[in-house]
Nanobody
Framework: QVQLVESGGRSVRAGDSLRLSCAAS????????MGWFRQAPGKEREFVAGISWSAGSTNYADSVKGRFTISLDNAKNTVYLQMNSLKPGDTAVYYC?????????????????WGQGNQVTVSS
């Protein structure tokens, strides 16, 4: 079973930057994708960004495009989410996840393993 450990979440001001990290217990060069989702209280969990190692591609939600960057460091078994120009609307619990087939799906139901979640709070 893949274990994902997240870190980096904290409270910041609007316009600040923040980087989230997600370390995996095992790694492979096979067909897989890693993604970031977020969920606010009373809201549905929504896709933020994804990266496919086998396809060498990334995907972003329109709400974060141009502000957030997802990256994958195979040597460190870690995926990152660099968040710039943060807005109060970005406030949520952020989760990293793994999709085994590497299709870069934006659906929460297509992902197989999940991290514990990190709270990100952006104040104005």
């Amino acid at each position: 079973q893949v274990q994902l450990v997240e870190s980096g979440g904290r409270s910041v001001r609007a316009g600040d930057s923040l980087r989230l990290s997600c370390a995996a217990s095992r790694w492979t060069f096979g067909a897989y994708a890693m993604g970031w989702f977020r969920q606010a209280p009373g809201k549905e969990r929504e896709f933020v960004a994804g990266i496919s190692w086998s396809a060498g591609s990334t995907n972003y939600a329109d709400s974060v495009k141009g502000r957030f960057t997802i990256s994958l460091d195979n040597a460190k078994n870690t995926v990152y989410l660099q968040m710039n120009s943060l807005k109060p609307g970005d406030t949520a619990v952020y989760y990293c996840a793994v999709e085994d087939d590497g299709s870069l799906s934006q659906s929460v139901y297509e992902y197989d393993y999940w991290g514990q979640g990190n709270q990100v709070t952006v104040s104005s």
